[in-house]
């Protein structure tokens, strides 16, 4: 447990967290919308400091985020809450749940710690991810810091609702920002997670793009929810708009779960997806959730040659040298290796 970084002290012992967008108002005793940071005697504190609720040794494919170190494995982790409430979340256990001061649940890992781990896993990359890593703010940021000092790179997958101040803090700690953006109205959000806040996702897309950060963003494509052609192309042009053309956009299969009873996403509409994509210059489009697909591979712009060949969440072959086509010289302008 950790004193937060990001409150105001008001009247009557209660506080105002601001480090999201939903700046709650929390009274003595009582934990924001995100249930792991709490009001303890006028004071806000982050309950799951230093507490892990996940550790795995992943792909970086697996996040997915094809055009940063492909190939590589990495040390992720993740803690209890999210401030968000998507009725479809894979990890509704962990992210649907808040914390409490000494949980028994939650495993001890100090920054420190979590960076000798990576070491000693042979992990050059730590990520934090399960949950939405944002509330895990004061860990991730001395976590983060530790890991430069030892050429570890550490990247957030994460839905993107974050207040600009604390954003703009992490960021020179920050190597990579995987994005969701579930969709591209506001009326989808507050159905599918409570709350209106594209336009706060989108105001830190553009923070970290604008920082130099490598992003990716991924859609979940759920049937009769967010799969117009209207919203397809309002997204896709926004990102080739607003941010550049090479930013790969990882479109994926929903399947039903949770409170969501949806049926699953044809290929067919992931594939009308990319072609959006595509057609409004996005020159990287991947399909995902559909094992042995074609297009989880990458592609050469220039040439059309197949450069990268994934099976599953493992890369296989990699015709990339120094960021460039081996066949004709195409440059990757966003893409690490």
């Not at 052609?229 to 399947?255: F, Q, R």
Request: net charge positive; proline share 5%.
């Amino acid at each position: 447990m950790k004193e937060a970084a990001y409150y105001k002290k008001l009247d009557k012992q209660k506080v105002e967290c601001t480090l999201c967008p939903h700046n709650c108002v929390i009274g003595e005793g009582k934990t924001g919308y995100c249930g792991v940071r709490k009001n303890i005697s006028g004071k806000l504190y982050a309950l799951t400091y230093g507490k892990v609720a996940s550790i795995a040794l992943d792909p970086i494919e697996k996040k997915p985020l094809y055009h940063f170190y492909p190939g590589e494995r990495t040390l992720s982790l993740g803690t209890f809450g999210c401030n968000l409430h998507c009725k479809h979340c894979q990890n509704w256990q962990i992210s649907h749940r808040g914390a409490r001061e000494n949980d028994p649940e939650l495993q001890s890992l100090s920054p420190g710690e979590a960076v000798e781990l990576a070491k000693k896993r042979d992990c050059r990359i730590i990520v934090f991810t399960y949950n939405e890593p944002s509330i895990w703010f004061e860990y991730i940021l001395e976590t983060a810091k530790l890991a430069s000092k030892e050429n570890i790179f550490t990247v957030l997958v994460t839905a993107g609702l974050i207040n600009p101040e604390p954003l703009k803090e992490l960021i020179p700690y920050i190597d990579a920002y995987r994005l969701d953006i579930k969709g591209f109205n506001e009326d989808f959000y507050k159905r599918l997670t409570g709350n209106r806040i594209l336009k706060d996702v989108l105001s830190s897309a553009l923070i970290v793009f604008e920082a130099g950060i490598h992003i990716e963003i991924i859609t979940n494509i759920i049937p009769g929810w967010n799969d117009s052609d209207d919203e397809l192309n309002g997204l896709s042009k926004w990102i080739v708009n607003n941010m550049a053309p090479e930013i790969p956009w990882h479109v994926t299969a929903y399947h039903p779960y949770l409170d969501m009873t949806a049926p699953s996403t044809p290929v067919s509409t992931l594939e009308r997806a990319k072609k959006i994509g595509q057609q409004n210059g996005l020159k990287f489009v991947y399909i995902g959730n559909v094992p042995g697909h074609h297009a989880q591979n990458t592609i050469c712009p220039k040439c059309l040659k197949t450069l990268i060949s994934r099976i599953g969440f493992g890369t296989v072959d990699n015709k990339i040298k120094n960021g460039k086509c081996m066949y004709c010289g195409y440059e990757f302008k966003m893409y690490r290796d």
